[in-house]
T-cell receptor, first 116, second 111 residues
Framework: SAVISQKPSRDICQRGTSLTIQCQVD?????MFWYRQQPGQSLTLIAT?????????ESGFVIDKFPISRPNLTFSTLTVSNMSPEDSSIYLC?????????????FGSGTRLTVV | GESVGLHLPTLSVQEGDNSIINCAYS??????FIWYKQESGKGPQFIID?????DKRQGQRVTVLLNKTVKHLSLQIAATQPGDSAVYFC??????????FGAGTQVVVTP
């Protein structure tokens, strides 16, 4: 399966600041996804990021708060802007994975964000 | 919107016993389902998947059952081991590549 490197793995940030999370994949992928996992909860899709087009955001998530870049087929960033304690979550990137003859979705290890 | 959910938030199972984790889904148009395992501090790890044209699929020590009549999905883990302790999520692919996750079940394996 595809190997995803996500950075940083964790961070503690002051409210009002912004954090950019990077997601690097070891193979070219068309579709990349960003998820949020609030403490003790399940995963919620933030947006879909395809190379060459603007990200598509899910209900409840807006570009001003979560700007996304997708400059090429192996890389994407998610920025959490003007952070508040409610943004404390694990943020995960995921890719549509067709390596090894299998179809599925592979996840990075996540970025654990704490806003104080 | 339509959603995927789980019946049990926590499952305690004795080592060596079989585990069954259940999941209900509501979108009858969904055609692809995945089970993920998430250990503490890690991202979800693929376990097994199944398409809607199947009702059973087996992997190594794991079996997924799909009952489309009642919109129910289950994951069976045979001979549960301490390393199986984790949170398990079912996920539904809406065919646009966007996964909708269930609430998750914490599996605790006791000696």
């Amino acid at each position: 399966s595809a190997v995803i490197s996500q950075k940083p793995s964790r961070d503690i940030c002051q409210r009002g600041t912004s954090l950019t999370i990077q997601c690097q994949v070891d193979s070219q992928v068309t579709m990349m996804f960003w998820y949020r996992q609030q403490p003790g909860q399940s995963l919620t899709l933030i947006a879909t990021a395809n190379q060459g087009s603007e990200a598509t955001y899910e209900s409840g998530f807006v570009i001003d708060k979560f700007p996304i870049s997708r400059p090429n087929l192996t890389f994407s960033t998610l920025t959490v802007s003007n952070m508040s304690p409610e943004d404390s979550s694990i943020y995960l990137c995921s890719v549509e994975d067709r390596t090894g003859g299998r179809y599925g979705y592979t996840f990075g290890s996540g970025t654990r964000l704490t806003v104080v | 919107g339509e959603s995927v959910g789980l019946h049990l938030p926590t499952l305690s199972v004795q080592e060596g016993d079989n585990s069954i984790i259940n999941c209900a889904y509501s979108n009858s148009a969904s055609d692809y389902f995945i089970w993920y395992k998430q250990e503490s501090g890690k991202g979800p790890q693929f376990i097994i998947d199944i398409r809607s044209n199947m009702d059973k699929r087996q992997g190594q020590r794991v079996t997924v059952l799909l009952n489309k009549t009642v919109k129910h999905l289950s994951l069976q883990i045979a001979a549960t081991q301490p390393g199986d302790s984790a949170v398990y999520f079912c996920a539904e692919d809406d065919s646009w590549g966007k996964l909708q996750f269930g609430a998750g079940t914490q599996v605790v394996v006791t000696p």
